[in-house]
């Protein structure tokens, strides 16, 4: 029996994973895509100016690429508790195939862990134009630092992975410009 525990990554998990992890390695889930949907009050942003953050949401035929951890062994429950604390901004724990990209080929494992943040979450903040998400992370700092520092990194590192993600990259690209 495997001890592998996979987590998927696909917003600050991406570039700044601070927990422990036997394997770290670019993945992709699908029926799901990212948007900069959650509020942050405890990382991005402060209670009454929130942040802007990213979070999951169904859909059909879409392809979210990110960074998969494989947190298995000694240090899981360390870890998991660690995480727990980390997404508490309103996250939930959901599960979902994980794939790899081997040549040609996709394999998938099952069990890996996500944090989603819901539109039942007090921190949702929901659609937004993204001029206004743009204005509004540019705006945000919080315990964590500046808010378009999680933005501009988020891009950096996807483009690092070769990954296009037009939703990301374009209010990446009218944060740079103001």
């Known amino acids: 029996m495997s001890d592998e525990h996979w987590i998927f990554g696909y917003g600050s998990l991406v570039w700044r994973p601070d927990f422990p992890y036997r394997v770290r390695v670019p993945a992709f889930i699908k029926g ?3 948007r900069f949907w959650q509020g942050s009050t405890d990382h991005r942003g402060v209670p009454g100016a929130p942040g802007r953050v990213v979070t999951l949401l169904r859909e059909a035929g879409a392809v979210c ?3 998969a951890y494989d947190i298995g062994g000694d240090d899981l429950k360390a870890t ?3 995480l727990d604390y980390r997404e508490k901004g309103g996250y939930s724990i959901q599960t979902t ?6 040549g040609s080929n996709a394999t998938s494992t099952t069990n890996a862990v996500i944090y989603v943040g819901t539109p039942e979450n ?3 903040l929901g659609p937004a134009d993204i001029g ?3 204005c509004q992370v540019k705006a945000s700092r919080g315990p ?3 808010n378009d520092e999680y933005v501009l990194r988020l891009a950096e590192t996807l483009r690092e992975m070769g990954v296009d993600d037009p ?3 374009d209010i990446e690209e009218l944060i740079r410009e103001n």
């Open 122 to 124: 007090p921190n949702y």
């Open 144 to 146: 964590s630092g500046p």
């Open 32 to 34: 799901w895509k990212r």
């Open 65 to 67: 690429w990110g960074m």
């Open 132 to 134: 206004a998400i743009a």
């Open 167 to 169: 939703h990301v990259f």
């Open 97 to 102: 195939d994980l794939y790899f990209t081997a």
């Open 80 to 82: 998991l508790k660690h």
